[in-house]
């Protein structure tokens, strides 16, 4: 067994993977870590969302020490990662996805950026597709009018926006760059910041709750950072085998966003919320057995 903590047993990195019948993935997940064993220790935190696959046990058997956390039903992301981050004893939580496979010192790289910017609060990595490809996971604060460009929608297919605050997806960036908010697919944090904040937002079932805690850290005067160098592969989807699912999470989460941070823009809610339900219903539905 690899001992991945520091000698007083208290690790610097605690790592939270929330996962739902994805175990290969996952397994790519641990070698990697492997390879790239964050400095100063770290600890291995499992949450499994009723997974019928083989993962518990798996996780028992694991060639290094992993803290298993087995929920009785599907909790969604956000609930279980918070579970996860209760049992984090590290001085940094580095939360990410079972499909994501690190290139590069993750871990280390996410922790000297929140040391060296003043006001960092949390650092994403730079995800790139299985081909080498840039993957966006950078994105501006959701707006009533940014959010019908963002990745996705019927209009972004066909309408390039003209002026640049109307972009919801970033771009990728060459050196450090502060953004609006990123992903949690590989997003660290300081834990007494994470846990300052009441963690992520539980309404959230899936999705957009990444987004909702880096607009409190930005209302805490705090920053998220992208930091290229620490570059990870993300086999997009590959932790959700029912995408027509996905894709409501994703709109019920976006309906949930604008009802808590506009919740005076009632009519413009309402129209949100209208379009929402259209896009929806373009949506296929799972074949029963597919």
Not at 46 to 55: G, K, L, M, P
Not at 179 to 184: G, H, L, M, S, Y
Not at 262 to 268: C, F, G, K, S, V
Request: with cysteine; glycine share 6%; hydrophobic share 40%.
């Amino acid at each position: 067994m690899i001992d991945s903590s520091q000698n007083d047993g208290r690790p610097r990195f605690s790592i939270v993977a929330v996962t739902y019948n994805c175990l290969n993935y996952l397994q790519g997940l641990i070698a990697s870590i492997q390879v790239y064993p964050p400095q100063g220790g770290f600890e291995i935190i499992v949450v499994d969302n009723a997974s019928s696959d083989q993962t518990a046990q798996w996780c028992l058997d694991a060639p290094l020490d992993i803290r298993l956390i087995i929920n009785q039903e599907n909790r969604g992301f956000a609930a279980a990662a918070n579970a996860g981050a209760k049992h984090a004893r590290g001085e940094y939580i580095l939360f990410c996805n079972p499909d994501v496979r690190w290139t590069s010192p993750v871990a280390d790289l996410l922790a000297a950026a929140i040391e060296a910017f003043p006001g960092c609060g949390a650092a994403a990595g730079r995800m790139l597709f299985p081909d080498g490809s840039f993957q966006p996971t950078c994105r501006r604060f959701p707006t009533f009018a940014n959010i019908w460009f963002s990745r996705g929608s019927l209009l972004s297919r066909f309408v390039q926006p003209r002026s640049e605050g109307l972009e919801y997806t970033l771009p990728d960036y060459e050196y450090p760059t502060w953004v609006d908010a990123a992903a949690a697919t590989c997003l660290l944090l300081r834990r007494d910041v994470f846990v300052e904040l009441e963690g992520f937002d539980e309404r959230f079932f899936m999705y957009v709750e990444d987004t909702d805690l880096c607009r409190r850290l930005w209302e805490a005067d705090l920053q998220t950072w992208f930091i290229p160098a620490a570059t990870a592969i993300h086999y997009w989807g590959g932790s959700s085998t029912d995408q027509s699912a996905v894709s409501r999470y994703h709109l019920a989460s976006i309906r949930e966003y604008f009802r808590k941070h506009y919740p005076r823009a009632w009519l413009r809610n309402r129209l949100l919320s209208l379009l929402l339900y259209l896009r929806e219903r373009t949506i296929p539905k799972k074949r029963a057995g597919a």
